[in-house]
């Protein structure tokens, strides 16, 4: 098990190259995950800013004779 990890005494770069490797998706996720929801937060902000422009449709309830 001791020669698995060790790796031909290559060992020490090939974990820390797989560390390192982990660690950047890690980051990618956490940073795209962040953006989905600010997107998400800014989409919500615009709907509610296009929906106070919009004119408000109004029934004609009586009919002027």
């Not at 950047?24 to 106070?52: K, N, P």
Request: no cysteine; charged share 20%; net charge positive.
């Amino acid at each position: 098990m001791s020669e698995f990890f060790s790796m031909g005494g290559y060992g020490g770069y090939i974990w820390a190259s797989y560390g390192v490797t982990a660690l950047a998706m890690i980051v990618l996720l956490i940073a795209t995950l962040r953006g989905l929801r600010s997107s998400r937060i800014e989409r919500e902000q615009l709907e509610a800013v296009l929906q106070s422009r919009r004119p408000r449709r109004t029934k004609k309830t009586q009919q002027v004779s």
